[in-house]
């Protein structure tokens, strides 16, 4: 059963935690999105968030339903981090390719947490502002309001997609990571012409370009889709 939530003014303490702050539904995201980062989802648990903030983890059930409600008030943060300071330029394709970028940035500043959100629906403020704001750049760029939804689906899915596949690149060990990039260079640049012949003559922009995220490029390939469609 669905533990009940505290509202705020009930839930605040009285007095500060052992490590001198006073825990509020903010504190907790930021802390449990740092544990992420430095841990792991792993090592995202109540127990350890609880001794992260100086509390008793019974005290995160006050703020959150569960862990679940927390995994989902952190996707939200993240669309919160991507939306800030955010400013319409009146070019609807220069501001749903910025969108997109500051999305995609903002999962890949905490890759653990984007590869444990990316695949939810929230439903929470900062998401729902994020989806207004990018079917009234399409509705206001003159798209019908079917082709606004069709293209905002291709273009959310299309960012956290990418955001998922590139974090799950930056969550790996280092020497990982690292040796999947050499792969590049020494298998793929080294194969002969007479048995793989376009490997072969594309050799060198395959190593410039396949261990660098091609989101920037399928964001641009998407736009210009449905600029064409407008235009037409």
Do not use: C
Request: charged share 25%; hydrophobic share 45%.
């Amino acid at each position: 059963m669905a533990k009940r939530v505290v509202p705020e003014a009930g839930r605040r303490r009285r007095r500060p935690t052992k490590r001198g702050q006073v825990l509020t539904h903010e504190l907790i995201v930021e802390t449990a999105l740092r544990m992420l980062r430095e841990h792991g989802a792993a090592g995202l648990t109540a127990r350890r968030l609880g001794l992260a903030l100086g509390a008793d983890a019974s005290t995160v059930y006050r703020y959150f339903r569960g862990m679940d409600d927390l995994i989902l008030a952190i996707a939200d943060e993240l669309f919160r981090h991507a939306m800030a300071d955010w400013a319409p330029t009146g070019d609807w394709r220069a501001d749903l390719r910025g969108l997109g970028l500051r999305i995609h940035h903002a999962y890949q500043a905490h890759p653990q947490a984007a590869a444990l959100t990316a695949s939810r629906v929230t439903g929470r403020p900062n998401e729902v502002a994020s989806d207004e704001t990018i079917l009234g750049v399409l509705r206001g760029a003159g798209f019908a309001d079917g082709d606004a939804v069709r293209i905002y689906h291709a273009f959310i899915d299309q960012s956290l997609a990418f955001a998922i596949l590139d974090a799950s690149t930056l969550a790996l060990p280092q020497a990982s990571r690292e040796a999947d990039e050499e792969v590049w260079r020494d298998t793929y640049a080294h194969l002969p012409a007479r048995t793989h012949p376009n490997i072969a003559a594309t050799a060198p922009l395959l190593v410039a370009r396949m261990n660098s995220s091609a989101y920037p490029t399928a964001l641009d390939m998407l736009l210009s889709s449905a600029a064409a469609q407008l235009e037409a």
